[in-house]
């Protein structure tokens, strides 16, 4: 008819609640199913963009007492995440996180995740933006997705102490667009977060 999924979104809106069905309310599900995906961290770089030594501070100082086999098996799959989702759906990626995510890192897990940054920056599909440090980001206090799936819905989702919560319904989605437009207006354009990202090697 026409409608581009919006007589389905609709429908599924007005019987369960919710613009998407349920077995799309994981954030892997969302990851393999976007066209574009929009991530703003308020303290660290974000998980899809993030290099192995970077995943393996933030999973230490989330899990203190784990093994190092298992932060080491954690910090893997979280790299190897983004490049699984360049070979089944290549989302167009959009990373906004404080330049101090970078600045207080060990010099050599800096300098590798600035690398990192550059070298994603290098496809046409990944653009990253930072807060500079003057800057302050207040319209969240915790991490945001933003999901655009291929039937034109858009679904967001944010970090919590308990996990990720995955927003159901149009009005908190709507909400969540906002802080991301925010966050993309008061980050740096992409061409000078590249100059900044080269000054810090």
């Known amino acids: 008819?026409?409608?581009?999924?919006?007589?389905?979104r609709e429908w599924r809106l007005e019987t369960s609640g919710s613009v998407i069905p349920p077995f799309m309310r994981s954030i892997g599900d969302l990851e393999d199913e976007a066209v574009s995906i929009d991530t703003v961290t308020v303290s660290i770089v974000p998980g899809l963009?993030?290099?192995?030594?970077?995943?393996?501070?933030v999973f230490r100082a989330?899990?203190?007492?784990?093994?190092?086999?298992e932060i080491e098996?954690?910090?893997?799959?979280?790299?190897?995440?983004?490049?699984?989702?360049i070979g089944r759906n290549n989302p167009l990626v959009t990373a906004?996180?404080?330049?101090?995510?970078?600045?207080?890192?060990?010099?050599t897990v800096r300098?590798?995740?600035?690398?990192?940054l550059l070298r994603f920056l290098e496809r046409d599909r990944t653009k990253i933006q930072v807060f500079p440090n003057k800057s302050l980001y207040?319209?969240?206090?915790?991490?945001?997705?933003?999901?655009?799936?291929?039937?034109?819905?858009?679904?967001?989702?944010?970090?919590?102490?308990?996990?990720?919560?995955?927003?159901?319904?149009?009005?908190?989605t709507a909400r969540m667009e906002r802080k991301d437009r925010e966050a993309l207006s008061m980050s740096l354009p992409v061409d000078h977060t590249v100059k900044l990202l080269r000054e810090m090697l």
Not at 49 to 57: D, F
Not at 62 to 69: C, I, S, V, W, Y
């Open 96 to 107: 906004v996180f404080p330049q101090f995510a970078l600045d207080w890192m060990p010099e």
């Open 1 to 8: 008819m026409g409608g581009n999924g919006l007589l389905m």
């Open 138 to 172: 207040l319209a969240s206090v915790a991490p945001v997705q933003l999901y655009r799936l291929r039937d034109g819905a858009s679904v967001a989702s944010s970090d919590h102490g308990d996990g990720n919560i995955v927003h159901q319904t149009p009005s908190s």
């Open 62 to 69: 989330g899990r203190p007492t784990a093994p190092d086999e």
């Open 111 to 116: 300098k590798e995740q600035v690398s990192s």
């Open 49 to 57: 963009v993030q290099s192995l030594s970077y995943a393996r501070a």
């Open 73 to 85: 098996r954690l910090a893997h799959l979280r790299v190897n995440r983004y490049e699984s989702l």
